[in-house]
Protein backbone atom coordinates (compact mmCIF):
# COMPACT_ATOMS: atom_id res chain seq x y z
CA UNK A 1 0.00 0.00 0.00
CA UNK A 2 1.17 3.63 -1.01
CA UNK A 3 1.11 5.57 2.05
CA UNK A 4 2.99 8.61 3.31
CA UNK A 5 6.96 8.49 4.51
CA UNK A 6 5.76 10.24 7.95
CA UNK A 7 3.70 7.05 8.71
CA UNK A 8 6.35 4.74 8.31
CA UNK A 9 8.88 6.38 9.91
CA UNK A 10 7.22 7.33 12.70
CA UNK A 11 6.35 3.92 13.66
CA UNK A 12 10.36 2.80 12.74
CA UNK A 13 11.45 5.96 15.55
CA UNK A 14 8.74 4.56 17.96
CA UNK A 15 9.92 0.98 17.30
CA UNK A 16 13.56 1.62 17.37
CA UNK A 17 14.19 0.01 14.40
CA UNK A 18 15.39 1.39 10.67
CA UNK A 19 13.50 1.27 7.56
CA UNK A 20 15.61 1.65 4.40
CA UNK A 21 15.13 3.76 1.53
CA UNK A 22 16.77 2.44 -1.64
CA UNK A 23 17.33 4.36 -4.48
CA UNK A 24 15.55 3.32 -8.21
CA UNK A 25 16.23 3.77 -11.96
CA UNK A 26 14.33 1.44 -13.40
CA UNK A 27 12.18 -1.74 -13.52
CA UNK A 28 14.29 -4.40 -12.10
CA UNK A 29 15.49 -1.56 -9.03
CA UNK A 30 11.95 -1.21 -8.14
CA UNK A 31 10.61 -4.44 -8.23
CA UNK A 32 13.60 -5.81 -6.61
CA UNK A 33 12.95 -3.72 -3.69
CA UNK A 34 9.34 -4.02 -3.37
CA UNK A 35 9.14 -7.73 -3.93
CA UNK A 36 11.73 -8.38 -1.45
CA UNK A 37 10.05 -6.05 1.47
CA UNK A 38 6.02 -7.98 0.96
CA UNK A 39 8.76 -11.21 1.18
CA UNK A 40 9.92 -10.48 4.28
CA UNK A 41 6.62 -8.42 5.47
CA UNK A 42 8.86 -5.68 5.72
CA UNK A 43 7.65 -1.46 5.00
CA UNK A 44 10.13 -0.05 2.60
CA UNK A 45 10.89 3.40 0.86
CA UNK A 46 11.36 3.50 -2.60
CA UNK A 47 13.15 7.48 -3.21
CA UNK A 48 14.24 8.75 -6.89
CA UNK A 49 16.87 11.48 -6.87
CA UNK A 50 16.69 13.95 -9.68
CA UNK A 51 19.32 12.51 -11.59
CA UNK A 52 16.48 9.29 -12.01
CA UNK A 53 13.63 11.47 -12.86
CA UNK A 54 16.16 13.01 -15.32
CA UNK A 55 16.91 9.62 -16.59
CA UNK A 56 13.45 7.94 -16.62
CA UNK A 57 11.22 10.50 -16.78
CA UNK A 58 9.39 12.20 -13.95
CA UNK A 59 5.86 10.34 -15.23
CA UNK A 60 7.61 6.92 -16.60
CA UNK A 61 9.27 6.42 -13.13
CA UNK A 62 6.76 7.55 -10.69
CA UNK A 63 4.07 5.79 -12.34
CA UNK A 64 5.95 2.51 -12.54
CA UNK A 65 6.68 2.73 -8.86
CA UNK A 66 3.38 3.97 -8.01
CA UNK A 67 1.55 1.02 -9.52
CA UNK A 68 3.89 -1.32 -7.92
CA UNK A 69 3.57 0.57 -3.82
CA UNK A 70 -0.28 0.27 -4.24
CA UNK A 71 -0.09 -3.18 -5.42
CA UNK A 72 2.11 -4.22 -2.60
CA UNK A 73 0.70 -6.09 0.73
CA UNK A 74 3.36 -3.63 2.60
CA UNK A 75 3.72 0.06 3.40
CA UNK A 76 5.50 1.65 0.77
CA UNK A 77 6.44 5.57 0.49
CA UNK A 78 7.65 7.20 -2.47
CA UNK A 79 10.33 9.87 -1.96
CA UNK A 80 12.20 12.23 -3.75
CA UNK A 81 15.83 12.33 -2.68
CA UNK A 82 17.89 15.79 -2.38
CA UNK A 83 15.32 17.87 -3.94
CA UNK A 84 17.31 20.72 -4.53
CA UNK A 85 14.50 23.34 -4.66
CA UNK A 86 10.80 24.29 -3.93
CA UNK A 87 9.51 23.52 -7.27
CA UNK A 88 11.27 20.32 -7.72
CA UNK A 89 9.47 19.23 -4.24
CA UNK A 90 5.91 20.13 -5.79
CA UNK A 91 6.51 18.79 -9.30
CA UNK A 92 7.33 15.48 -7.41
CA UNK A 93 4.26 15.84 -5.51
CA UNK A 94 1.81 16.56 -7.98
CA UNK A 95 3.38 13.17 -9.85
CA UNK A 96 2.14 11.08 -7.08
CA UNK A 97 4.95 11.10 -4.44
CA UNK A 98 4.36 10.82 -0.87
CA UNK A 99 7.73 11.82 0.76
CA UNK A 100 9.66 14.59 -0.51
CA UNK A 101 13.27 16.18 1.08
CA UNK A 102 14.32 19.68 0.64
CA UNK A 103 17.72 19.50 0.56
CA UNK A 104 19.29 23.18 1.53
CA UNK A 105 21.61 22.38 3.78
CA UNK A 106 24.41 23.61 1.77
CA UNK A 107 23.05 27.16 2.55
CA UNK A 108 23.53 28.93 5.85
CA UNK A 109 21.05 27.98 8.71
CA UNK A 110 18.66 31.04 8.07
CA UNK A 111 18.38 29.90 4.76
CA UNK A 112 18.20 26.21 5.08
CA UNK A 113 15.21 27.29 7.48
CA UNK A 114 13.76 29.36 5.39
CA UNK A 115 13.96 27.01 2.28
CA UNK A 116 12.82 23.95 4.22
CA UNK A 117 9.84 25.97 6.22
CA UNK A 118 8.05 26.83 2.64
CA UNK A 119 7.93 23.02 1.34
CA UNK A 120 7.09 21.82 4.51
CA UNK A 121 4.17 24.38 4.42
CA UNK A 122 2.74 23.57 1.19
CA UNK A 123 3.53 19.67 1.31
CA UNK A 124 1.82 19.40 4.52
CA UNK A 125 -1.40 21.10 2.76
CA UNK A 126 -1.40 18.29 0.17
CA UNK A 127 -0.88 15.37 3.03
CA UNK A 128 2.63 14.91 1.94
CA UNK A 129 5.70 14.61 4.78
CA UNK A 130 9.11 16.37 4.30
CA UNK A 131 12.68 15.66 5.20
CA UNK A 132 15.34 18.31 5.48
CA UNK A 133 19.10 18.13 6.07
CA UNK A 134 21.61 19.81 8.97
CA UNK A 135 25.16 19.28 8.41
CA UNK A 136 27.26 18.67 5.60
CA UNK A 137 27.56 14.69 5.01
CA UNK A 138 31.19 13.71 4.61
CA UNK A 139 33.34 10.79 5.99
CA UNK A 140 35.56 11.61 9.24
CA UNK A 141 38.98 10.02 10.07
CA UNK A 142 38.99 8.82 13.51
CA UNK A 143 42.14 10.83 14.63
CA UNK A 144 40.13 14.63 13.59
CA UNK A 145 36.77 13.51 15.60
CA UNK A 146 36.90 16.23 18.10
CA UNK A 147 36.94 19.42 17.36
CA UNK A 148 37.58 19.41 13.30
CA UNK A 149 34.08 17.12 12.91
CA UNK A 150 32.45 19.69 14.81
CA UNK A 151 32.66 21.69 12.14
CA UNK A 152 30.72 20.03 9.49
CA UNK A 153 28.74 17.46 11.86
CA UNK A 154 25.26 18.28 12.78
CA UNK A 155 25.07 20.26 16.07
CA UNK A 156 22.77 19.13 18.86
CA UNK A 157 21.23 22.55 19.59
CA UNK A 158 21.14 24.05 15.95
CA UNK A 159 18.83 20.27 15.21
CA UNK A 160 16.00 21.28 18.08
CA UNK A 161 15.74 24.76 16.10
CA UNK A 162 15.89 24.07 13.23
CA UNK A 163 12.97 21.07 14.04
CA UNK A 164 10.87 24.09 15.85
CA UNK A 165 11.35 26.43 13.09
CA UNK A 166 10.57 24.64 10.40
CA UNK A 167 7.70 21.85 11.60
CA UNK A 168 10.16 19.24 9.42
CA UNK A 169 8.93 15.52 9.74
CA UNK A 170 12.08 13.91 9.72
CA UNK A 171 15.67 15.00 9.62
CA UNK A 172 18.91 13.74 8.03
CA UNK A 173 22.10 14.73 9.95
CA UNK A 174 25.79 14.31 9.35
CA UNK A 175 27.39 12.27 11.73
CA UNK A 176 30.08 10.36 9.71
CA UNK A 177 28.71 8.71 6.85
CA UNK A 178 29.03 9.82 3.50
CA UNK A 179 28.30 9.66 -0.47
CA UNK A 180 28.94 7.20 -3.09
CA UNK A 181 31.63 3.53 -2.33
CA UNK A 182 33.96 5.52 -0.87
CA UNK A 183 33.81 6.39 2.81
CA UNK A 184 37.26 6.89 4.12
CA UNK A 185 40.62 4.42 4.41
CA UNK A 186 39.50 1.38 6.49
CA UNK A 187 36.07 1.34 8.45
CA UNK A 188 34.35 4.81 8.57
CA UNK A 189 33.65 6.76 11.89
CA UNK A 190 30.19 6.97 12.99
CA UNK A 191 29.68 9.14 15.51
CA UNK A 192 27.23 7.52 18.14
CA UNK A 193 27.29 9.63 20.86
CA UNK A 194 26.05 12.72 18.41
CA UNK A 195 23.79 10.57 17.60
CA UNK A 196 22.48 9.92 21.01
CA UNK A 197 22.49 13.36 22.26
CA UNK A 198 20.34 14.32 19.13
CA UNK A 199 18.17 11.01 19.31
CA UNK A 200 17.67 12.48 23.47
CA UNK A 201 16.45 15.87 22.55
CA UNK A 202 14.94 15.01 19.34
CA UNK A 203 11.17 13.00 19.00
CA UNK A 204 10.98 12.70 15.04
CA UNK A 205 12.88 10.49 12.99
CA UNK A 206 16.61 11.16 11.91
CA UNK A 207 18.24 10.21 8.55
CA UNK A 208 21.31 8.78 7.84
CA UNK A 209 22.08 9.49 4.13
CA UNK A 210 25.15 7.19 2.76
CA UNK A 211 24.62 3.82 4.51
CA UNK A 212 25.38 1.21 1.88
CA UNK A 213 27.39 -1.72 3.52
CA UNK A 214 29.72 -2.18 0.07
CA UNK A 215 29.96 -6.15 1.63
CA UNK A 216 33.52 -6.94 0.69
CA UNK A 217 32.33 -10.20 -1.30
CA UNK A 218 30.30 -8.12 -3.65
CA UNK A 219 33.52 -5.59 -4.14
CA UNK A 220 35.09 -9.27 -4.74
CA UNK A 221 32.65 -10.09 -7.81
CA UNK A 222 33.06 -7.21 -9.49
CA UNK A 223 36.73 -7.50 -9.60
CA UNK A 224 36.41 -11.06 -10.30
CA UNK A 225 33.95 -10.23 -13.13
CA UNK A 226 36.21 -7.77 -14.51
CA UNK A 227 35.27 -4.83 -12.88
CA UNK A 228 37.61 -2.08 -11.44
CA UNK A 229 36.83 -0.23 -8.12
CA UNK A 230 39.59 0.96 -5.79
CA UNK A 231 39.48 0.80 -1.68
CA UNK A 232 36.00 0.85 -1.25
CA UNK A 233 34.07 0.81 2.01
CA UNK A 234 30.74 0.76 3.32
CA UNK A 235 29.11 1.30 6.75
CA UNK A 236 29.16 -1.71 8.72
CA UNK A 237 26.24 -3.57 10.25
CA UNK A 238 26.64 -2.99 13.62
CA UNK A 239 27.14 0.41 13.51
CA UNK A 240 23.75 0.65 11.88
CA UNK A 241 21.87 -1.25 14.25
CA UNK A 242 23.10 1.15 17.21
CA UNK A 243 22.41 4.02 15.08
CA UNK A 244 19.04 2.55 14.65
CA UNK A 245 18.09 2.15 18.36
CA UNK A 246 18.75 5.97 19.37
CA UNK A 247 16.90 7.72 16.88
CA UNK A 248 17.96 7.00 13.21
CA UNK A 249 14.62 5.44 11.40
CA UNK A 250 15.55 5.92 7.52
CA UNK A 251 18.60 4.86 6.41
CA UNK A 252 19.45 5.75 2.92
CA UNK A 253 21.17 2.87 0.51
CA UNK A 254 22.05 3.47 -3.50
CA UNK A 255 25.51 2.40 -3.88
CA UNK A 256 24.93 -1.27 -2.82
CA UNK A 257 22.11 -1.44 -5.31
CA UNK A 258 24.56 -0.09 -8.17
CA UNK A 259 27.29 -2.69 -7.13
CA UNK A 260 24.94 -5.63 -7.13
CA UNK A 261 23.19 -4.58 -10.50
CA UNK A 262 26.49 -4.04 -11.84
CA UNK A 263 28.12 -7.73 -10.53
CA UNK A 264 25.20 -9.05 -12.16
CA UNK A 265 24.87 -7.98 -15.19
CA UNK A 266 29.38 -8.72 -15.69
CA UNK A 267 29.01 -12.21 -14.22
CA UNK A 268 26.05 -13.31 -16.44
CA UNK A 269 27.86 -11.60 -19.82
CA UNK A 270 31.61 -12.76 -18.65
CA UNK A 271 30.25 -16.44 -18.01
CA UNK A 272 28.07 -16.24 -21.93
CA UNK A 273 29.43 -14.00 -24.19
CA UNK A 274 27.03 -15.49 -26.40
CA UNK A 275 23.57 -14.16 -24.79
CA UNK A 276 21.82 -11.78 -25.91
CA UNK A 277 18.55 -12.02 -24.55
CA UNK A 278 17.34 -8.59 -21.94
CA UNK A 279 15.78 -10.91 -20.01
CA UNK A 280 19.02 -13.18 -18.89
CA UNK A 281 21.49 -10.16 -18.04
CA UNK A 282 19.09 -8.17 -16.12
CA UNK A 283 17.30 -10.77 -14.20
CA UNK A 284 20.25 -12.49 -12.25
CA UNK A 285 21.10 -8.60 -11.68
CA UNK A 286 17.52 -8.17 -9.87
CA UNK A 287 18.55 -11.26 -8.00
CA UNK A 288 21.45 -10.22 -6.74
CA UNK A 289 19.91 -7.26 -5.77
CA UNK A 290 17.60 -8.44 -3.87
CA UNK A 291 20.16 -10.53 -2.06
CA UNK A 292 21.38 -7.32 -0.61
CA UNK A 293 17.97 -6.08 0.40
CA UNK A 294 17.26 -9.05 2.44
CA UNK A 295 20.25 -8.42 4.38
CA UNK A 296 19.69 -4.30 4.52
CA UNK A 297 16.61 -5.08 5.91
CA UNK A 298 17.02 -7.90 8.40
CA UNK A 299 19.86 -5.63 9.83
CA UNK A 300 17.76 -2.60 10.09
CA UNK A 301 15.26 -4.72 11.96
CA UNK A 302 12.21 -4.28 9.65
CA UNK A 303 11.60 -7.81 9.09
CA UNK A 304 7.86 -8.49 9.93
CA UNK A 305 6.99 -5.02 10.71
CA UNK A 306 4.57 -4.38 8.13
ZN1 LIG B 1 21.96 11.54 0.30
Do not use: W
Given at each position: ?????????????????????????????????????????SPVI?????????????????????????????????????????????????????????????????????????????????????????????????????????????????????????GVDY????????????????????????????????????????????????????????????????????????????????????????????????????????????????????????????????????????
Open positions: MLVTGGEILTKARAGKYGVAAFNTNDLEITQAIIHTAEKLSVQLSEGAIKYAGLSDLTNLVADLARRASVPVAIHLDHGSSFESCMKAIRAGFTSVMIDASHHNFADNVRDTKKVVEAAHFMGVTVEAELGRLGGIEEHIVVDEADAFLTDPQEAVQFVEQTLAIAIGTSHGAFKGKGRPYIDHARIETIGGLLSIPLVAHGSSGVPAYIVERLRAAGGEIGEAAGIADDDLTRACQHGIAKVNVDTDLRLAFTVGIREVLQKNPKEFDPRKILGPARDLMAELITHKLTVLGSVGKA
